[in-house]
């Protein structure tokens, strides 16, 4: 039901592009999410956005170089991914909300797409 692309290597400081398409059932009236996980490490929110696209919510870490946007014609939502670091580096995970707002707690998505590999490394 979701299926997400755009991962990839990438130098420190360059740029990627993730999206995640989603069936229409599962997320026009909600929100969605981007979520990531490194090795040894919990998953952790990275940003999220309301089921109109009005709303954005970001993650300290990447506030300011990640951009969530979504286009609920196409029922796809992008995570672009600015100025890259190391720490970065993680399976990317995008996930639909059980509710309308978009949220930073994992318990709060429904259905989540099978993650894409980001390595930022020189």
């Known amino acids: 039901q979701l299926q997400a692309s755009g991962g990839g290597l990438v130098q420190p400081g360059g740029s990627l592009r993730l999206s995640c398409a989603a069936s229409?059932?599962?997320?026009?009236?909600?929100?969605m999410g981007w979520f990531r996980q490194a090795p040894g490490k919990e998953r952790e929110f990275v940003a999220a956005?309301?089921?109109?696209?009005?709303?954005?919510y970001y993650s300290g870490s990447v506030k300011g170089r990640f951009t969530i946007s979504r286009d609920r014609a196409k029922n796809t939502v992008s995570l672009q991914m600015n100025n890259l670091k190391p720490e970065d580096t993680a399976v990317y995970y995008c996930?639909?909300?059980?509710?309308?707002?978009?949220?930073?707690?994992?318990?709060?998505?429904?259905?989540w797409g099978q993650g894409t590999q980001v390595t930022v490394s020189s």
């Open positions: 996930a639909v909300s059980r509710y309308a707002t978009g949220s930073s707690q994992v318990s709060h998505y429904a259905y």
């Open positions: 229409r059932r599962t997320s026009s009236n909600n929100g």
């Open positions: 956005i309301n089921w109109r696209g009005e709303s954005t």
